[in-house]
């Protein structure tokens, strides 16, 4: 049965598909996946009426037809199991070691981020180790196929260097995941104000109650100004992005556009415009520094540009992802199969969209991963506390590691999440 997935309700609703571009196949057979994939994006897609027509009897899986039809501009489209996109969007659960991990300039393997119900983060793994070996083979040695060759393995024995410079060796197994989506939190304290700090990195349904126990302390204790660190959050779902905005913006906001889903032709009638709600924690900022990079994707975007013609809001570090556009989900519960294919465009209050190249930002910081989180060396969280006490970034030092964006490898979520899903309607 197709259906479209609308977690946000836990339900699952019949989609009626629209009118087919016909694909001339004969009396060949066509694979039901691959058919499955066609008709969801030549009703859905946003760039169906550019599609050229294929011969889906000669295409033998949906990744295949989708590199043969997709835009050029779309980077994002996909397709992979029903069951295992539910449990991730809604439950926040998934399958790996739990980590992020990048090569910086030096060309050694960098921890950026752990989930502490993974594998790695039971093992006391830190932000800011560094991989020496894998099952006593040095990286430095490896090529990347065998890298992620040795990444994939079920069982693998890592030697680290610490944060402090001393060598520890564990032996893991890659296994299920509950995401914890806050990474970090904390308040700093500096004259005259209390600064809270987030780093956040997913937007999924199981966020929501996360993100609300953050806003209750930072509320509670008098936050007027935030930190939100975004650097690796590739995105997910609009419902929990409403309520990033809403915690964010909507005390003095209330009501409000941020953004604005469009649509094909087809299915005008499925845009819609984005309030700012307003939560019982929602804060009334002074100002707000939201850290960046080219892994800050798709809804974290939709965030900054909904909200900052509402907010006195900077951004630090480097450019975003540019993913301007975001996916409905459509399964069939029989194939076990989803297919996301772009299917809308995003515009702020302001028109503003079409950001393909990034959002930029306001002061450039080289992003580094030598420390664990909140470590006044990270250099674009200090650039953040001193915009925000000073109203200047000040000097921040050079280091010798910084993180090469293009080398980023993740193996705590085993799907793209440079995406933002629409749930909801």
């Known amino acids: 049965m197709s259906k479209t997935l ?3 309700c836990l339900s699952l609703l019949l989609l009626i598909l629209g009118c087919k571009k016909d694909s001339s196949t004969g009396n060949q057979t066509v ?7 066609a008709d969801t994006f030549n009703d859905l897609y946003l760039w169906y009426d550019l599609m050229p027509s294929v011969n889906l009897a000669s295409i033998k899986t949906p990744t295949e037809y ?8 779309d980077k994002w489209s996909f397709t992979m199991n029903y069951d295992d996109l539910f449990n991730l969007l809604q439950n926040g659960v998934t399958t790996g070691y739990g980590i992020g991990l990048a090569f910086d300039s030096q060309n050694l ?15 006391g793994v830190k932000r800011g180790w560094q991989i020496k070996s894998i099952n006593s083979k040095l990286v430095s040695s490896m090529s990347s196929s065998e890298l992620n060759w040795n990444l994939a393995n079920s069982t693998n024995t890592f030697e680290f260097i610490k944060n402090d410079g001393l060598l520890v060796s564990s032996s893991m197994t890659r296994g299920a995941i509950v995401m914890n989506t806050v990474l970090y939190q904390t308040i700093f304290d500096r004259p005259g104000k209390k600064i809270g700090y987030l780093v956040f990195n997913e937007f999924l349904d199981s966020s929501v109650p996360e993100l609300n126990a953050v806003f209750d302390t930072f509320s509670s204790s008098g936050v007027k100004n935030v930190i939100l660190d975004l650097r690796y959050n590739g995105g997910g779902t609009l419902d929990c992005a409403d309520t990033l905005v809403a ?4 005390k003095l906001n209330k009501d409000k556009i941020y953004n604005t889903l469009i649509y094909n032709n087809k299915h005008t009638n499925l845009g819609f415009t984005s309030k700012i709600s307003i939560k019982s924690n929602s804060l009334a900022l002074d100002k707000i520094v939201v850290i960046t990079s080219s892994s800050t994707a798709s809804a974290s975007e939709v965030v900054i540009s909904g909200i900052k ?3 006195n809001m900077k951004l630090i570090g480097s450019a975003t992802h540019g993913k301007p556009v975001g996916m409905n989900i459509v399964g069939d519960t029989k194939l076990n199969l989803a297919v996301a294919p772009i299917s809308f465009k995003n515009v702020n209050s302001q028109g503003y969209t079409d950001y393909y190249d990034g959002i930029p930002v306001d002061f450039t910081v080289s992003d580094n991963a030598m420390q664990d989180w909140g470590i006044a060396s990270d250099g674009c969280l200090t650039a953040a506390l001193n915009y925000i006490t000073t109203g200047s970034i000040g000097y921040i030092p050079t280091t010798k590691s910084t993180i090469v964006s293009q080398k980023i490898i993740n193996e705590g979520l085993e799907m793209n999440t440079n995406n933002l899903f629409q749930l909801k309607k």
Do not use: F, W
Not at 247 to 250: E, P, R, S, T, V
């Open 31 to 37: 694979d039901p996946l691959v058919k499955y994939t």
């Open 109 to 123: 393997l960098r921890i950026l981020y752990v989930y502490n119900n993974s594998a790695m983060g039971k093992a």
């Open 6 to 8: 609308y977690l946000t």
């Open 309 to 311: 013609p509402y907010l």
């Open 66 to 73: 989708i590199s043969k039809v997709k835009y050029p501009l």
């Open 247 to 250: 915690l964010l913006a909507g």
